[in-house]
C-alpha cells in the first residue's frame, strides 16, 4: 500500500467510524486518526493504518475526510493540528455539522494556504454509515465535489450538490431541527399520556399504527418504548448543539426559532442531568426541570 495514495479519515465517532469502516471494505487504503486512540482499533483490524496524530494522517493524502464533533473540534483538529501538514492541493471534505457561518469561514482560511474545502453533510445514522446508504449534502467548488465523488457515492445512496459553502450546513440543521423537534413533541406527548393514568405501550403502539409516525419517529418510539437509549444512534449532546447552532443562526438573520429554541432547552437539561451520550429520545424519561439555561446568541 503506497502512502501517497491513502485516503486519510480523521475522527472516529460512531459516525466517522461507520464512514471509515465503509471506505475501508470498499477496498480504499486508508489512514485513520482519533484522539482516543482505541476508537481507531477496529479500523486497524480491518487494514486501516493508524496515525498517532492527525498532522500524521493527513501529510501525505490527496483527500481528507473530517468527521468530527462540533466547531471546536474543528478549531483544534483542523486548524490547530492538521493545517501545517496538510499540502496545497489537498481536498478536505468535511462531513461535521458546523454553522454555516463557521464552514464558510473554515473554508476561506484554507484557501489562503492553498488547501480546499468542501461541506459533505450526511442524513444517517451509524449503521447506515457502515453500509454506504448516507444521504449526502454536499456545497462548495464544483471540482472539489466531483474530485470527491467515488469517495461520496461509496458512503452515500444519494449525493445532492446545494450550492456555496454553507448551503450544505443550512440544510443539515433543518433536517435536525425538524427531527429535534419531533423527539421532543413525542417525548411531551409520552408525559401527557402517562399524566393521565396511561400506559405509554398502549400510546406508542397506536402512533406507530397512525399516519402520523414516520421511519424515525417510529425508530425513536421503540427507543422510548423500551427504555432504551444505547447505543446512541444521536447523542443527546449532539442534537443540543446542533438545535442550539441553528437557533443561534436564526437570530443573526433576525429570525425566531422559539419552537427549536424551546426543544434545545429539553435537550439541554438532558445533557446537565448526565444523559448526554445516550440518544436524544432519552429526553422522553422524566426528570427534575433545571430552572436556568445558557443565554442564547
Known sequence: MSHDRELAFVGLGGMGAGMARCLRAA???????????????????AGARVAAASGEAVENARIVVLSLSDQNAVEQVLFGEMLGYLRPGTLVVDT???????????????ARVGVRRIEACVLGNPPMAQEGKLRIFTAGERSGVEEAHDV??????????VGPVGAASTLKL????ILGNQVAALAEAVAFVESSGLDRERFLAALTASGFSS?????????VRNRSYEPPQFRVNLMAKDLRLAVDEADARGVGLAVTA???DRFTEAVRAGDGDKDAAVVAEPRSPVA?????G
Do not use: D, W
Not at 461535521?96 to 484554507?110: G, I, K, N, V
Not at 421511519?215 to 427507543?223: D, G, I, N, S, V
Open 174 to 177: 433543518a433536517f435536525n431541527l
Open 292 to 296: 436556568e439555561f445558557p443565554p442564547r
Open 96 to 110: 461535521s455539522t458546523l454553522s454555516p457561518a463557521y464552514s464558510a469561514e473554515a473554508s476561506e482560511r484554507l
Open 152 to 161: 461520496l457515492a461509496t458512503l452515500g445512496q444519494e449525493i445532492r450538490y
Open 215 to 223: 421511519p424515525t419517529l417510529a425508530f425513536r418510539a421503540e427507543m
Open 27 to 45: 477496498g480504499y487504503p486508508l489512514v485513520v486518526h482519533n484522539r482516543t486512540a482505541a476508537k481507531a482499533a477496529p479500523l486497524a483490524e
Open 262 to 264: 424551546c426543544a434545545a
